[in-house]
């Protein structure tokens, strides 16, 4: 029994220092995590929605002129650095866009408020971002 009990710890332990069991990471000061009625999902530093867009690519935007005044992409600063899955991208215009497993990030002008998700699904390419 002692030992049975000592492995078990040992296990524990193990599990709660592996990557894997870090639950769902934010980027401080630029994305964090936010219950909706959608569950979590990632949100700006004002707690706006974060999307992304089927037809971008891996590290490249598709959304550019009109596109991104509809859908701002969440810009990235040089002073910030990447961490874990956030990822800079830089756009057709030469901006650095912040990205999430290497998908472009971006929010909705018609979100008006925090926890708004009124892009969900528009046009069956956008979808809200969760970690």
Same mark, same amino acid.
């Given at each position: ?27 401080? #000061?630029?994305? &964090? ?5 959608? /569950? ?6 004002? *707690? =706006?929605? @974060? %999307? ?21 992409p ?9 961490? #874990?899955?956030? &990822?800079?991208?830089t756009?057709?215009? /030469? ?6 497993? *290497? =998908?472009? @990030? %971006? ?25």
């Amino acid at each position: 029994m002692k030992t049975a009990l000592k492995i078990i710890l040992a296990t524990t332990t193990l599990i709660m220092a592996s990557p894997l069991a870090v639950s769902a990471e934010d980027l401080e #000061g630029v994305v &964090t995590i936010s219950e909706t009625s959608l /569950g979590k999902i990632l949100v700006n530093t004002s *707690g =706006m929605t @974060l %999307y992304s867009f089927d037809k971008d690519s891996e590290g490249k935007s598709a959304c550019n002129g009109g596109c991104a005044k509809a859908w701002p992409p969440l810009l990235a600063s040089s002073s910030t650095a990447e961490k #874990g899955n956030y &990822t800079k991208i830089t756009r057709d215009d /030469g901006a650095q866009q912040w990205a999430y497993k *290497g =998908m472009p @990030l %971006y929010g909705w002008v018609k979100d008006k408020k925090p926890g708004d998700v009124t892009g969900d699904k528009f046009k069956g390419v956008w979808h809200i971002v969760k970690p």
